[in-house]
């Protein structure tokens, strides 16, 4: 009798599974075909389940949606986690953009290290914006607490403007480092210099990101605050963080 039932359980534990998948790949289809009606120039990065059961979350870039898995409704916002009274999709958001900025890489950075690092933060940054100067002129300071700084590039003024070519002016110079201190302290650079760079890499990811302005500080859990923080402020929010 045991070994009847084991027999006659396999065959339908399988069947379940290839049911799931079945519905699965029905459900990433819907969602797929209902996307692409309402937003046809958004590559969908991946579908996955919510914590809903029947709502799936879409990774569009570095932005959620949440879509039923018929394809017939679309959430936007955040999923709060009512008991824990924790914002889900601001945790899933700062994975995503950790993971991001992880792809970007180092070598396509400029990176103003700390001597005794203790933190590391990636800001997005734009030669000629006041508080972007602010903060750079401030450099010593973030190094001296411990916070290296890694530049990512985010003229505002897009592409094909007079802050892009300083942007890729700074990144051809052979002493980076010494020319977006330059720039951010008004020297003019000469901007006719060319050379491959990451410049058009950082504002898509930028924008992806849904940045409003600079700078814009990247924790290394993926945390993002917008706008100028002091040294001081800075190095106590990094330190009262929950280690990872």
């Known amino acids: 009798m045991k070994n009847l039932m084991i027999r006659l359980c396999v065959p339908v534990f399988v069947l379940f599974a290839a049911s799931h998948v079945t519905m699965a790949a029905d459900s990433d289809k819907a969602i797929r075909d209902a996307l692409a009606q309402v937003l046809p120039n958004f ?5 996955s389940p919510s ?26 916002g955040s999923l709060i986690d009512i008991k824990n009274r924790t914002d889900l999709s601001e945790e899933r958001r700062k994975s995503i953009r950790a993971a991001a900025i992880n792809d970007i890489g180092e070598d396509n ?4 290290p700390a001597k005794d690092a203790k933190y590391t933060i990636t800001v997005f940054t734009d030669v000629d914006c006041t508080y972007c100067r602010k903060l750079h002129r401030e ?5 001296s607490r411990g916070i290296t700084v890694r530049y990512l590039m985010y003229p505002r003024s897009g592409i094909d403007t007079p802050s892009y070519y300083k942007s890729v002016a700074v ?4 002493d980076q480092r010494d020319a977006m201190t330059r720039a951010k302290a008004g020297e003019n650079l000469a901007t006719g210099k060319q050379c491959d760079n990451p410049v058009k890499e950082h504002m898509k990811l930028g924008e992806t990101m849904g940045l409003r302005g600079t700078p814009a500080i990247i924790f290394s859990d993926g945390e993002m605050l917008p706008g100028y923080i002091p040294a001081d402020k800075l190095a106590i929010a990094l330190d009262t963080k929950p280690k990872l």
């Open 109 to 112: 950075m400029i990176i103003f």
């Open 139 to 143: 450099m010593d300071q973030y190094n």
């Open 171 to 174: 990144w051809c110079e052979d």
């Open 43 to 47: 590559e969908i990065n991946a579908i």
């Open 51 to 76: 914590p809903i059961a029947g709502i799936s979350e879409v990774q569009v870039g570095s932005k959620l949606f949440y879509v039923s898995d018929d394809g017939k409704y679309l959430f936007q």
